[in-house]
């Protein structure tokens, strides 16, 4: 025992968790999204004097649901993220780290603009469309393929392979234009052929498809023996070769459907909407759905409610800035980069936890001790919370064990 | 001929600081995606300490080498703040490298034009931005030897000699090898004692700063403060994490790829080109160079597979020293 004293212990050590209950998962998030909207509050605050943590708030909300049209074009937004995520979830959930679902995007709404631009007005407008989705697929598939092949025949870097593509992408879409426009403005007008038909009106089209590619990714994944080979191959290369799978193919088929998909995002933006195309169309959504799917980890159900989240302060700061006079877009980029680093550093709490030593404790006890009385009243209120709610719940964790015992 | 040269190693430093910086990390085991919003950091560091320097002398004649030192530590602090928070996320709280690499580009970009927007004076950085380009005064007498080397600000040689520092201290010293140790086998390195944990914070941290001056060089010596640069600046960034590959992982091949990728970046508005042809096309055509030597070059070194090429074998991949 004598010894003890010149062993130097930790202030602390890192354990990994066994098993973490799915409130106390959820709890953590929670806490943690609303953290960092206070954060950004504040930052707002202090920054503007006209506006308060409370108004930040109710511009948020007001940002996203305040009128109709606002609403709409929430759940469109929503659509286009949540479909890109889906493309994402098919090859993350393969360890294929596909970060170049920008260009992809932007191949598709490429594809699509070069046929309206010169076929149209040549062939039957139906026809026309019929092509320009087509085009958009096969090109969107076109330029995930060929990453997705390297990595199938020499192993090489996806990675940084899908980043460049994106600028490559980008620019040849200026090279397009500077071929198609000639006045020197370097914007190309809206095209006059090849505009997707509306349903009820211009945004339900696009929140059809959200829905439905979600619908089929959540089914493809869980319930087919394709989506059984992806998850295979990503949790262990090797198992997936022992038991016959063939790497390769499952590997180059995933991101075709890949690059479909966001091919169709990428037709939508265009065709879909405004009828032209630019360099910047793709709007970023390739690097946010990188975002989303993580922190979903590539579960399409819950990618649900992070597309959800993000487009909400998107789409909220939007209204925020004019309420608290700032006309710059400068703070939502702030403000969601903060919300992304709490989320990102809730995996670890959920993973891991923080074991004191003997010494440590105690000090940290005695400064706790009113603190815990609070803590105690405010785990009351939760936990009455979290009751209620469970039932829900409970649902989605019996699909999740379901589905692990079938493997 | 010698124009394009001189312009190109006068945007080398560009390249230069963020591939050393971005080299510095990846040797370490961590592949940092938030360079690009690091660099754009950098930038606005650089012109918030220019800017509080100009503001605090009032309008005198600013001393030349206090305003240089003040912006790069300037650069250097923002950067590496930017850095702690990867490293934080990253180290110590174990989380994925890509997500939150990507997450810090987001901020980063954010936090520029936050900064240039609110706290920064224009005229302090135009000012400023004229004792950055100033060379010798004898360099215009050489003739092509001149132009070439020594008609550049000051920037361009604090990179040169920034790279081959770190290929010194890399290759040479005790410390280079067990950062190298860490990134290529953390267990091991942690076995024989070396300190885990605080190699990988000082290379992210170091790494971070020297890329931030990347995007200093950017605003206060290239274009001369532009605000609204920070989009370039993102896009650029990418690239030099890929110059890191056209390098495999090499400070010295560094100064000679961040040559020849600010030649890829001069070309398209060179005079050579503008004599040849005038047509936008074909200049859209040349920007895209870069990216396709760089994937050209991925596929090469995969395919030949060999051994010298590698990344450090731990890229990307945390260290939890209970997981064995």
Redesign the interface.
Known sequence: MANNKTIHEPLLHIVKRDNISIAKKISIYAIAILVSLLLGGIICSIVSPRGNVGKFFTSLYEGCFGTKRKTWLFFQEFSLLLAVSMALIVSFKMKFWNLGANGQILMGGLASIACSYYLGGKINESLLIVLCVLSSMLAGAIWAVIPAICKALWNTNETLFTLMLNYIASGLVNLFIAIWVTGGSGILNPLAYGKLPEIYNKYLLIVLFGIIITIIITIYLRYTKHGYEISVVGDSPNTARYIGINVKKVIIRTLILSGIICGIVGLLLTSGMSNNISADKAGNRGFTAIMTTWLANCNPLFAIATCGLVVFITKGMEMVRPTFGMLDDTISNLVIGIVYFFIIACAFFVQYKIVFNAKTTAILNKIATPFIWVYDKIKLGVLFIIEKIKPIFNKIVKKENTEKEDK | MVSLLASAIGFMPFFLFGCTGEIITEKSGH?N?GIPGIICAGGAGGCLAVSIYMNSINGATPNYILLILISIIGAFLLAGLLGS?YAF?TVS????Q???G??????????T??VM??FVDINDISTASTLFKLNLPFANSLGWFGEIFLSHGILVYIATAIAIITAYVLNKTKIGLHLRAVGENPAAADAVGIKVDRYKYLAILIGSGIAGLAGCFFILDYIQGGYDSYYIME?LG??S??LV?FTLWKPNFAIVGSIIFGALYILPNANIVASITTQ??I???I??IP??V??LV??FI??SGSKKAQ?PASLGVNY?R??R
């Open positions: 592949l995606l928070i996320l709280l174990k989380c994925n890509n997500i939150s990507l997450a810090l580009t987001t901020f980063g970009t954010g936090l034009q936050f927007k609110n896009s990418w690239l994490i890929a590959i936008t096309a200049k859209k055509v920007e895209l990216y396709i760089t994937i991925l596929l995969s395919i990344p939890f209970e997981e």
